[in-house]
């Protein structure tokens, strides 16, 4: 049912470690892709976007990568910190502005 | 204001109930969107205002189901006779343009429906 997969589903890692979530989708037609963090309990925070022709894009310990052709993207997270657990959405965007989410992953970083 | 706001931020109602739900939106913003989350799900569309017209109501489950923006600012989801299966958290969000803005969320509201 979903056009919007994720993976892991959840992810444990200890602080300092570096981590890669993982998004695969199916909506088109593809206009932008958003990684979005969500803490418990809050809205989800906008971390970066991506459009058909981007690779990649960083937001401080936040990297995020597009392949368009294979339909994937990936967000990377270095050198983690406790703040970074949360629930990690990925977003998929058509040309008329209709809004896809995947079920997210959930990061926990323990000391 | 600064953000999104939503009120109340946790509702409690008896199966049957009438529960609205209200979000005021950042200043300017002309699109607004209404999510429905489940837990451990990822927001569900529900409905869409461009200003005070509601241009997409897709995503909404049922006719129990009614959003309104009357004056192209503040919104309120409603939800009549509500049952087991609302509860939920649900999300308001709010843009400059549908197609181009980032979104901005709201805390959202935990319904429970007893």
């Known amino acids: 049912k979903n056009q919007v997969e994720q993976s892991p589903q959840s992810l444990i890692i200890l602080e300092g470690k570096n981590c890669t979530l993982q998004?695969?989708?199916?909506?088109?037609?593809?206009?932008?892709l958003r990684w979005y963090k969500q803490d418990t309990g809050r809205g989800p925070v906008s971390l970066t976007i991506m459009t058909f022709s981007e690779n990649t894009k960083s937001n401080g310990r936040y990297t995020a990568t597009l392949d368009a052709d294979t339909k994937q993207s990936s967000l990377h997270i270095t050198a983690s910190q406790l703040s970074d657990s949360a629930s990690y959405i990925c977003?998929?965007?058509?040309?008329?502005?209709?809004?896809?989410f995947g079920d997210g992953t959930t990061l926990t970083v323990k000391p | 204001g600064a953000g999104v706001s939503q009120s109340p931020r946790y509702k409690v109602a008896k199966r049957g109930q009438d529960v609205a739900l209200r979000c005021d939106p950042i200043s300017g913003h002309v699109s607004l969107f209404w999510y429905q989350q489940a837990l451990g799900q990822g927001p569900e569309f529900l409905t869409y205002?461009?200003?005070?017209?509601?241009?997409?109501k897709s995503g909404l489950p049922s006719d129990r189901f009614f959003a309104e923006r009357p004056e192209g600012s503040v919104s309120t989801l409603k939800i009549q006779r509500t049952q087991q299966e609302d509860s939920a958290v649900y999300l308001c969000?709010?843009?400059?343009?549908?197609?181009?803005?980032?979104?901005?969320f709201g805390p959202g509201t935990r319904l429970t429906v007893l």
């Open positions: 977003v998929v965007n058509t040309n008329a502005g209709k809004s896809t």
């Open positions: 969000a709010s843009s400059l343009a549908r197609t181009s803005g980032d979104q901005f």
């Open positions: 205002f461009q200003n005070e017209a509601q241009l997409d």
């Open positions: 998004c695969n989708y199916t909506v088109s037609p593809f206009s932008n």
